[in-house]
């Protein structure tokens, strides 16, 4: 069973808007939820993270709006630039300590044109 | 930042040989982990490794499935033997352990690993 979801799978976008991207959940447990950065030819990157105890993370253009009772999560990317083309992981775990297990989403590929 | 590296980045293999992935992790991380990606689905969680020894790993991590960090050098990944199904990209991962109030993987960059 997948335990993290992501949708859309990709998505364009003009240089200059809003792109965002959505992901949801299965466990109620999990409590740390990062988002990757990966270009090609690269490993996933952390972007941005959020703790379930929030219900927004911002980190200059990237914004992260988080619905705990609805098991949901958004990522915002404000002023999109042709930089931030990648693909966009959203993770998930317990965040207990060392050693806690991520489970991803597939990833969706932004697309910035410019 | 921080780059943790992955020897050699594609492999392609003859099913039933033996197989080790190399990881070079962050210098001064202590705790290591190895993901897989199938092909258009998620990456999803192995083993994780510290002091020498598996912390945990998934239902994923068969018995033909070894790690290890011989003398702090590169931390492997051994398949002995190989079948079909373990055609992928394998991710190594590093990290300090928790601090400040989480953990952060740093991740290389892959090895894509085809078996024939």
């Known amino acids: 069973q997948q335990q993290v979801r992501q949708s859309p799978q990709s998505l364009t976008v003009w240089e200059g808007e809003t792109a965002i991207l959505n992901c949801s959940y299965e466990?109620?447990?999990?409590?740390?939820f990062p988002w990757y950065q990966q270009f090609p030819g690269e490993g996933p990157a952390l972007l941005i993270a959020?703790?379930?105890?929030?219900d927004k993370k911002e980190d200059g253009r990237f914004t992260i709006f988080f619905n705990k009772r609805e098991k949901k999560l958004s990522l915002h990317i404000t002023d999109s630039q042709p930089g931030d083309s990648a693909t966009y992981f959203c993770?998930?775990?317990?965040?207990?300590?060392?050693?806690?297990?991520?489970?991803f989403g597939k990833g969706a590929k932004l697309t910035v044109s410019p | 930042g921080p780059k943790v590296l992955q020897i050699p980045s594609h492999q392609i293999i003859d099913m039933g040989q033996m197989v080790t992935l190399n990881c070079d992790p962050v210098?001064?991380?202590?705790?290591f982990y190895w993901y897989k990606q199938i092909l258009g689905q998620q990456m999803e969680f192995l083993v994780n490794?510290?002091?020498?020894?598996?912390?945990?790993k998934s239902k994923l991590f068969k018995d033909q499935f070894s790690v290890e960090r011989p003398d702090g050098s590169y931390f492997t990944l051994k398949i002995q033997p190989t079948a079909l199904e373990d055609s992928a990209v394998y991710f190594c991962?590093?990290?300090?352990?928790?601090?400040?109030?989480?953990?952060?993987?740093?991740f290389g960059s892959g090895t894509r690993l085809t078996v024939l």
């Open positions: 210098s001064n991380h202590l705790y």
């Open positions: 993770a998930a775990s317990l965040g207990q300590g060392t050693g806690s297990k991520l489970s």
């Open positions: 466990n109620s447990a999990f409590d740390y």
């Open positions: 959020i703790r379930s105890v929030s």
């Open positions: 991962a590093s990290s300090l352990g928790f601090t400040g109030g989480a953990e952060t993987l740093y």
């Open positions: 490794f510290y002091n020498g020894k598996v912390m945990e």
